[in-house]
Nanobody, 123 residues
């Protein structure tokens, strides 16, 4: 049984940093595409970042501020978020799937999802 557990969400001020973790069991993350998505109240769940093999991908609004990485020994993917802004406030989800590169930004391409972790950034 595949399980993804996200941790690290918190309430912070603008300019602060957070590191989200997505720990997996039941599969080996290194063999899959792993995406981070976020959903703000009343909005769609949007792509934030992904890692597949040695390649990383980001939505323009987080480039230069967020970094996705993977620790194969811990079977965990991280999202380091720096210089946080109020508009980064959302529930953040990690997702895993056998995703082709061109579909990494599509939430429909992922088979497994975590429960989400809340990130709140105040001005």
């Amino acid at each position: 049984q595949v399980q993804l557990v996200e941790t690290g969400g918190d309430s912070v001020r603008a300019g602060d940093s957070l590191r989200l973790s997505c720990a997996a069991s039941g599969l080996t993350l290194n063999n899959y595409g792993v995406g981070w998505f976020r959903q703000a109240p009343g909005k769609e769940r949007d792509f934030v970042s992904a890692i597949k093999g040695g390649s990383t991908y980001y939505v323009d609004s987080v480039k230069g501020r967020f970094t996705v990485s993977r620790d194969n020994a811990k079977n965990t993917v991280y999202l380091q978020m720096n210089a946080l802004k109020p508009e980064d406030t959302a529930v953040y989800y990690c997702a895993v799937g056998r995703v082709i590169t061109s579909s990494l930004t599509s939430k429909n391409a992922y088979a497994y999802w975590g429960q989400g972790t809340q990130v709140t950034v105040s001005a």
